[in-house]
């Protein structure tokens, strides 16, 4: 155990000492012309600290007007606004990066102690961390947005997936920041990510049901097998409108307008009939009918015809039509076919067809057989006296 605890200590000192060296030695990475300056404006640390301050300012104005400017040409030539929300975005990044960067050759010309020289970088390069992660966030939801608006676009990123990848993009990103937060201040986060991972498991196993929606629900998004404001049917017999597609479930609005809130991980195992997918949303019916051995059926498909003609709860497109199926067993089986606008209607309207056709076919003298038995007595039994 003492042998464990001092190899981390020594390993978290070599990483301490290579990331103050790494700091600490910015006269390395100087113009080789610049070198003999440097040393002779070291003599009065103050002066070169705000000279460099200042140049460097310039230094990262100028860089900052110049992205911009580019961009902004390039953005004139291009359709829609992504390039000019991401122009001043990207113009702040490169500025915040080369001020920052001259704040650290500015300490590192002071000429402070150790201790504080050390820290005063740590500080700047912390604070450079959080400023290009702020930076990297919006500009990660502008990229995101403008993919989910494009005509172009991935299938998988859309306006009801944004949330979601949003999310899982912010996770990653401020991961990987405080990652080398901790990194910039000399400690190893080795150890640290190895317990997180011990946790993790243990977060699994008391929390699976709850894993086990939040994957489904990732999943869902991926496959797309239902949207927002789609009419779908589960193999459990629940049918609704699609209302709420969440990380954990999805929310059903039922025609009795209930609203039925169902785990993702059962809506991921479940069979699932989408009546509002395919090139439209529109949905056929069917009517049963069956007309007698004796009718005229091309009189009955010309009455059945003229009955869905120029309905209001009827689609034109495709048009109506009508099969005849079956010699049943005391009818011709026929089915009428029509297609209407929204799923949820198909009670209603079927309701309607069956009383007009009921209606029209007395009228038209068009008769419904029903099934019918005779019985025969072969004898009568005597009356007794």
């Known amino acids: 155990m003492i042998a464990e605890q001092s190899n981390k200590s020594e390993e978290t000192e070599n990483t301490?000492?290579?990331?103050?060296?790494?700091?600490?030695?910015?006269?390395?990475?100087l113009p080789d012309f610049i070198v003999p300056l440097?040393?002779?404006?070291?003599?009065?640390?103050?002066?070169?600290?705000?000279?460099?301050?200042?140049?460097?300012?310039?230094?990262?104005?100028?860089?900052?007007?110049?992205?911009?400017?580019?961009?902004?040409?390039?953005?004139?030539?291009?359709?829609?606004?992504?390039?000019?929300?991401?122009?001043?975005?990207l113009s702040k990044t490169v500025f915040t990066f080369i001020?920052?960067?001259?704040?650290?050759?500015?300490?590192?010309?002071?000429?402070?102690?150790?201790s504080i020289d050390t820290f005063l970088k740590r500080f700047v390069v912390s604070i450079l961390i959080l400023s290009l992660m702020s930076k990297l966030l919006k500009a990660t939801k502008l990229v995101l947005n403008a993919l989910a608006n494009s005509k172009n676009r991935?299938?998988?990123?859309?306006?009801?997936?944004?949330?979601?990848?949003?999310?899982?993009?912010?996770?990653?990103?401020?991961?990987?920041?405080?990652?080398?937060?901790?990194?910039?201040?000399?400690?190893?986060?080795?150890?640290?990510?190895?317990s997180a991972g011990i946790i993790g498991i243990a977060v699994g196993f008391a929390a699976k049901?709850?894993?086990?929606?939040?994957?489904?629900?990732?999943?869902?998004?991926?496959?797309?097998?239902?949207?927002?404001?789609?009419?779908?049917?589960?193999?459990?017999a629940e049918?609704?409108?699609?209302?709420?597609?969440?990380?954990?479930?999805?929310?059903l609005l039922t025609r009795d307008d209930v609203e039925i809130t169902i785990p993702n991980s059962v809506i991921g195992n479940a069979k699932i009939v989408n009546e509002s997918g395919g090139p439209w949303e529109k949905t056929r019916i069917r009517v049963d009918v069956g007309v007698s051995y004796d009718s005229d059926l091309e009189f009955v498909h010309d009455v059945l015809m003229e009955l869905v003609e120029d309905r209001d709860d009827i689609a034109n497109n495709p048009a109506p039509r009508?099969?005849?199926?079956?010699?049943?067993?005391?009818?011709?089986?026929?089915?009428?076919?029509?297609?209407?606008?929204?799923?949820?209607?198909?009670?209603?309207?079927?309701?309607?067809?069956?009383?007009d056709i009921h209606k029209t076919f007395r009228v038209k003298g068009i008769e419904i057989p029903y099934s019918k038995h005779d019985l025969y007595l072969k004898e009568m039994p005597f009356a007794k006296d």
């Open 239 to 251: 049918r609704g409108r699609v209302t709420h597609v969440g990380i954990r479930s999805t929310r």
């Open 38 to 89: 440097w040393d002779k404006l070291q003599t009065n640390p103050w002066i070169l600290s705000i000279i460099v301050f200042v140049l460097g300012y310039i230094v990262a104005k100028s860089a900052q007007w110049f992205i911009r400017s580019l961009i902004m040409k390039i953005a004139e030539k291009t359709p829609g606004d992504f390039d000019d929300k991401l122009a001043p975005l």
């Open 16 to 29: 301490s000492t290579l990331a103050d060296e790494t700091l600490g030695n910015i006269e390395a990475y």
């Open 322 to 355: 009508v099969r005849y199926r079956a010699f049943g067993a005391s009818s011709i089986d026929l089915q009428l076919m029509a297609w209407i606008n929204y799923p949820e209607q198909k009670g209603m309207i079927t309701h309607k067809l069956i009383m």
């Open 99 to 114: 001020f920052f960067l001259t704040l650290i050759i500015a300490i590192e010309a002071l000429d402070l102690s150790e």
């Open 154 to 194: 991935f299938k998988f990123v859309e306006e009801r997936t944004i949330p979601i990848l949003d999310i899982s993009s912010k996770i990653l990103i401020v991961g990987a920041a405080l990652y080398f937060l901790i990194l910039s201040w000399g400690i190893d986060p080795t150890a640290w990510l190895a």
């Open 209 to 236: 049901d709850t894993l086990a929606n939040l994957f489904s629900g990732f999943f869902i998004v991926a496959d797309s097998p239902y949207k927002l404001g789609d009419y779908i049917i589960l193999d459990a």
